[in-house]
Each structure stands twice: as structure tokens, then as C-alpha cells.
């Protein structure tokens, strides 16, 4: 059945090469990487005398601390909130928001999130507090905070959006995730437009957590190279407004497709021929209506570790073989985790809109186990169609396709 197109109207990350927009093309262009030694003293975990040094590099956002919400909404003071009231007020997102209300009615803007951590930082902080015995202290708020729903519930209480709202847990594909979800919304008329996003903040449970898994490169993480050993962990905050393309008053591109699937081949480890990958890519190529030799470029999730980056190149070099140019973004700032999607998606937002393919960061040459085609340098190339992936730990795996909107 044919639908009306649902296009991007507006978009906005914020991660640790800087706030919005032009910060990350001017770090893509100039290729200026954000990774650094990990020392992780949030204001938080303060009054405990620790700062938390791994021998691994962290995307850290800067002045978060700084960051002070609303008055009315001081139950949700966290970490993660914080860098999402800090995404929310880049690019001229407050007035975009503001307009949707006023054009659609409130009730009719969805609010579709994706995280992993939530507000796992004030948890820990709450454990702290509590020194091993005791009840958790009375200032803990966890529907607040800690709570996977207090993003979308913070969001919605900051914009005063009130459609249907909720949050998308599934690991690192959650903030992929939240575009399919809110496409399926506005064609079953539940919505006429929606505010999606993800926001992920750096907490001690995903860097010693990772760190137990042997997953943290000791050096700034370098997808698909030979000697690559592991990933950078990173934060961020993302944002883009759907519309149905006849009432948007911009387009910044097409949502062309979307494929999601759960390969359940393992906990933490893909299918070594990256078997439910190639299901998102191929979903997304069949509802975008596409073959793959029109696919001009792929932003990889590229995490950097041994067995993700093969299994990927397999899946991807499986259904485009080796003409498609793609590459990894995350040597920029880091594994976002639960927004990597929304923050790669932005990337491949501005590929598209800028004609250019950002190189691989870090990376000298491909790994010859990885038969994709890898972008090392940035090239400049007209680029109708991009597609970009995030696959998440238990295989839960969604694959986005964009195009760009003719100017």
C-alpha cells in the first residue's frame, strides 16, 4: 500500500566533539577526533574522594555538571537528563517543537526515545550514599531518574508533548530503533508527527562492565584495522523531528526504510556471518522499495572489537559486495550505546545533505578478514540514498535508509 513519505524536518546531536549540529560536520570534516585518557570524576561520585581511571579512552560530553534544569523539573536532575536538556537545546530545537505543538495539537506529537543507561550514574551515586547497608537514601527519586521511562518522561514533561511516549531499551540499537517505531505510529494515524531521539550518559557500570568483558581498546578505538582491540565508550544526546512530507515545512531527507530483526545467536556475540544484520539491511532495502547497487553509502556500527567488525564486513560484503563505499564513525566519540543510533543517523544526515562520506578515523588500513569496502579518508560524492546500521548486544539489529531531498 502506497503511504505519504515521512521525512526528517530537523535534527540535532550533541556528543563529545561539541554541541549540535555544526560542531559534529566541522569535527567530520576536519577530522577531529574527541576520544581521551579515561578519567571519569563525575560531580556525582565527588564527595567519595574517586576518580575513576581506566586503561581505556571515554567520549566524555563537557560541562555537563554545568547544566542546570528547569526549577519545575528538579526531581529529574541526573546525568542522563542533564545531556538531554542539553541535546533538546541546540539547533533551534525549543521554537521546532513549539511549531509542532502549535500545527498539530500536542496530543498529536509522539516522543519516541532510545537508552541503555538511563539514569544508572544517580544509582550508583544512591549506592554510595547508602555504603553497603541501610536503606537507599530518601533523595533517590527512581521514576525520575534511574527509571528506562524518566528520559521520556523528563522529555515530555520539558516540551509539554503530549502524544504517545515511551522509551526503547534494546542496547545499542535502541535510538535506531526509535524511527521504524514512530514511522509505524504516524502511518497508523496514532500520530501526525513525532520527536525521536536517544540519550545515552557515561556511567561506572558500562565502563567497568565492558572492561570485565575485555571489550576496552587501551588506545582511541580503530574500526575494521587489523590491530584494532576493542571499544570507546561515549555519550551523547540526539534528536530529529518526523513529519509526513505534504504538512513538513522542510525536508532534510527521506525516511526511505527501515529493517529491524533478532538473530538470538548469542548474548553478547554476533552470528560470525552477521546472518540477522544481513535480515535489517536486506528489510530495510525491501521497504524502501531499493536494490543494493543503489545504495551509495553505509555508515557501519563499526564498535571496533574483533568479532563485531568481521561479522558486519561479511553481512555487508553478503549484499553489496564490494562497491559500496562504507565506514565507522564512532573513533570521532566513542560507542554512544543506546544513542549510537540517533548520533550515526545524524552523521548520515549530513552526509547526505553535504555530498561527502566521512573516512574511517583512526584506522591506516582494512583488516583483509573484513571484505567490505572501507572508507579511510573522507571523499566527496553525490549521495542520494545512505543507510546506516546499529546492532545491539543479544542481536537486536536495525538498519536505517535515508534520501536526501533534492534542493
Same mark, same amino acid.
Given at each position: 500500500?502506497?503511504?505519504?513519505?515521512?521525512?526528517?524536518?530537523?535534527?540535532?546531536?550533541?556528543?563529545?566533539?561539541?554541541?549540535?549540529?555544526?560542531?559534529?560536520?566541522?569535527?567530520?570534516?576536519?577530522?577531529?577526533?574527541?576520544?581521551?585518557?579515561?578519567?571519569?570524576?563525575?560531580?556525582?561520585?565527588?564527595?567519595?574522594?574517586?576518580?575513576?581511571?581506566?586503561?581505556?579512552?571515554?567520549?566524555?560530553?563537557?560541562?555537563?555538571?554545568?547544566?542546570?534544569?528547569?526549577?519545575?523539573?528538579?526531581?529529574?536532575?541526573?546525568?542522563?537528563?542533564?545531556?538531554?536538556?542539553?541535546?533538546?537545546?541546540?539547533?533551534?530545537?525549543?521554537?521546532?517543537?513549539?511549531?509542532?505543538?502549535?500545527?498539530?495539537?500536542?496530543?498529536?506529537?509522539?516522543?519516541?526515545?532510545?537508552?541503555?543507561?538511563?539514569?544508572?550514574?544517580?544509582?550508583?551515586?544512591?549506592?554510595?550514599?547508602?555504603?553497603?547497608?541501610?536503606?537507599?537514601?530518601?533523595?533517590?527519586?527512581?521514576?525520575?531518574?534511574?527509571?528506562?521511562?524518566?528520559?521520556?518522561?523528563?522529555?515530555?514533561?520539558?516540551?509539554?508533548?503530549?502524544?504517545?511516549?515511551?522509551?526503547?531499551?534494546?542496547?545499542?540499537?535502541?535510538?535506531?530503533?526509535?524511527?521504524?517505531?514512530?514511522?509505524?505510529?504516524?502511518?497508523?494515524?496514532?500520530?501526525?508527527?513525532?520527536?525521536?531521539?536517544?540519550?545515552?550518559?557515561?556511567?561506572?557500570?558500562?565502563?567497568? /562492565? @565492558?572492561?570485565? #568483558? *575485555?571489550?576496552? =581498546? +587501551? &588506545? %582511541?578505538?580503530?574500526?575494521?584495522?587489523?590491530?584494532?582491540? $576493542?571499544? !570507546?565508550?561515549?555519550?551523547?544526546? /540526539? @534528536?530529529?523531528? #518526523? *513529519?509526513?512530507? =505534504? +504538512? &513538513? %515545512?522542510?525536508?532534510?531527507?527521506?525516511?526511505?526504510?527501515? $529493517?529491524? !530483526?533478532?538473530?538470538?545467536?548469542?548474548?553478547?556475540?554476533?552470528?560470525?556471518?552477521?546472518?540477522? &544484520?544481513?535480515?535489517?539491511?536486506?528489510?530495510?532495502?525491501?521497504?524502501?522499495?531499493?536494490?543494493?547497487?543503489?545504495?551509495?553509502?553505509?555508515?557501519?556500527?563499526?564498535?571496533?572489537?574483533?568479532?563485531?567488525?568481521?561479522?558486519?564486513?561479511?553481512?555487508?560484503?553478503?549484499?553489496?559486495?564490494?562497491?559500496?563505499?562504507?565506514?565507522?564513525?564512532?573513533?570521532?566519540?566513542?560507542?554512544?550505546?543506546?544513542?549510537?543510533?540517533?548520533?550515526?543517523?545524524?552523521?548520515?544526515?549530513?552526509?547526505?545533505?553535504?555530498?561527502?562520506?566521512?573516512?574511517?578515523?583512526?584506522?591506516?588500513?582494512?583488516?583483509?578478514?573484513?571484505?567490505?569496502?572501507?572508507?579511510?579518508?573522507?571523499?566527496?560524492?553525490?549521495?542520494?540514498?545512505?543507510?546506516?546500521?546499529?546492532?545491539?548486544?543479544?542481536?537486536?539489529?536495525?538498519?536505517?535508509?535515508?534520501?536526501?531531498?533534492?534542493?
Amino acid at each position: 500500500m502506497q503511504r505519504e513519505p515521512i521525512v526528517v524536518s530537523d535534527f540535532t546531536a550533541t556528543t563529545a566533539v561539541g554541541r549540535g549540529r555544526e560542531a559534529l560536520l566541522d569535527a567530520l570534516r576536519t577530522r577531529r577526533g574527541a576520544l581521551k585518557p579515561c578519567e571519569f570524576a563525575p560531580p556525582e561520585l565527588a564527595p567519595f574522594g574517586r576518580v575513576h581511571r581506566l586503561d581505556t579512552y571515554i567520549g566524555e560530553v563537557e560541562g555537563l555538571q554545568d547544566v542546570a534544569l528547569p526549577e519545575p523539573l528538579a526531581r529529574y536532575d541526573c546525568r542522563n537528563n542533564r545531556l538531554a536538556y542539553l541535546g533538546l537545546q541546540q539547533d533551534g530545537l525549543p521554537a521546532q517543537v513549539q511549531r509542532l505543538k502549535d500545527q498539530y495539537g500536542a496530543e498529536r506529537v509522539a516522543v519516541i526515545l532510545g537508552t541503555s543507561t538511563a539514569g544508572l550514574l544517580q544509582a550508583e551515586w544512591a549506592y554510595h550514599v547508602r555504603g553497603g547497608a541501610g536503606p537507599l537514601p530518601a533523595s533517590f527519586d527512581y521514576a525520575a531518574t534511574l527509571n528506562g521511562y524518566s528520559l521520556a518522561s523528563f522529555v515530555t514533561a520539558l516540551t509539554g508533548l503530549a502524544g504517545p511516549a515511551y522509551v526503547i531499551s534494546t542496547a545499542c540499537s535502541s535510538s535506531a530503533k526509535v524511527f521504524a517505531t514512530a514511522a509505524r505510529l504516524m502511518q497508523a494515524n496514532l500520530a501526525d508527527a513525532a520527536l525521536v531521539g536517544g540519550v545515552d550518559s557515561l556511567c561506572l557500570t558500562t565502563l567497568y /562492565g @565492558f572492561g570485565s #568483558l *575485555e571489550l576496552l =581498546s +587501551r &588506545a %582511541p578505538c580503530k574500526p575494521y584495522a587489523p590491530d584494532r582491540s $576493542g571499544i !570507546s565508550i561515549g555519550e551523547g544526546a /540526539g @534528536f530529529a523531528i #518526523l *513529519e509526513r512530507e =505534504s +504538512r &513538513a %515545512p522542510r525536508a532534510v531527507a527521506r525516511l526511505a526504510g527501515w $529493517g529491524e !530483526s533478532s538473530d538470538a545467536h548469542h548474548m553478547s556475540s554476533p552470528h560470525p556471518e552477521g546472518l540477522g &544484520a544481513q535480515l535489517a539491511m536486506r528489510a530495510a532495502l525491501d521497504r524502501a522499495g531499493l536494490r543494493a547497487h543503489e545504495i551509495d553509502y553505509i555508515n557501519l556500527h563499526g564498535t571496533a572489537t574483533r568479532s563485531n567488525d568481521v561479522a558486519e564486513g561479511r553481512a555487508v560484503a553478503a549484499i553489496f559486495g564490494d562497491a559500496v563505499p562504507t565506514s565507522s564513525t564512532k573513533a570521532w566519540f566513542g560507542h554512544l550505546l543506546g544513542a549510537a543510533g540517533i548520533a550515526e543517523a545524524a552523521v548520515t544526515l549530513l552526509a547526505l545533505a553535504e555530498g561527502f562520506a566521512p573516512g574511517t578515523l583512526n584506522t591506516e588500513e582494512k583488516d583483509p578478514a573484513c571484505p567490505n569496502r572501507l572508507l579511510i579518508g573522507n571523499v566527496d560524492l553525490p549521495l542520494r540514498y545512505a543507510l546506516t546500521n546499529s546492532f545491539g548486544f543479544g542481536g537486536s539489529n536495525c538498519s536505517l535508509i535515508f534520501e536526501a531531498v533534492a534542493r
